[in-house]
C-alpha cells in the first residue's frame, strides 16, 4: 500500500520562503521517479520539478533558479525549497510518484495523468 503525505504548506508574503516534505509509505524513492506538481483554481494541473529514476532532475521553467527538489532516500522523503515566493506560486502543491521511469514531463501538464501515486496536497498561498 503505497502512500504519499505532503506537508509544509502555508501562507507567506511575496519574496519569502517555504520547503514542501512529502514522505512516502510502501514506495522506494531512491530508485524511482518522484515529482512535485502544483494547481491553482481554475487551472490545470501542472509539473514543478522532479526526481527521476536515474537521478535526473528537471524543473519548470517558471520556477528555475527559485526553486530546489532533492530528497532523503534515508526517511523516504521528497522535498521542495521554494525561494523568492510569487503570488504566481499560489496553488495547492501535490507530491506525485510512478514506478521506474517519470512519465515524459511534456508540455507545462507533465503528463500527470500517467503518475500512479499521489498524494492529498497541501496549500501554499504567496501574498
Known amino acids: 500500500h503505497v502512500q504519499l503525505v505532503e506537508s509544509g504548506g502555508g501562507s507567506v508574503q511575496a519574496g519569502g520562503s517555504l520547503r514542501l516534505s512529502c514522505v512516502a509509505s510502501?514506495?522506494?524513492?531512491?530508485?524511482?521517479?518522484v515529482a512535485w506538481f502544483r494547481q491553482a483554481p481554475g487551472k490545470e494541473r501542472e509539473g514543478v520539478a522532479l526526481?527521476?529514476?536515474?537521478?535526473?532532475?528537471k524543473y519548470a521553467d517558471s520556477v528555475k533558479g527559485r526553486f530546489a527538489i532533492s530528497k532523503d532516500n534515508g526517511k523516504k522523503t521528497l522535498y521542495l525549497r521554494m525561494n523568492s515566493l510569487s503570488p504566481e506560486d499560489t496553488a495547492m502543491y501535490y507530491c506525485?510518484?510512478?514506478?521506474?521511469?517519470?512519465?515524459?514531463?511534456?508540455?507545462?501538464?507533465?503528463?500527470?495523468?500517467?503518475?500512479?501515486?499521489w498524494g492529498q496536497g497541501t496549500q501554499v498561498t504567496v501574498s
Open positions: 506525485a510518484a510512478d514506478p521506474w521511469r517519470c512519465p515524459p514531463p511534456v508540455g507545462i501538464t507533465w503528463k500527470h495523468g500517467a503518475y500512479v501515486y
Open positions: 526526481i527521476d529514476s536515474d537521478g535526473t532532475i
Open positions: 510502501g514506495y522506494t524513492i531512491s530508485t524511482n521517479c
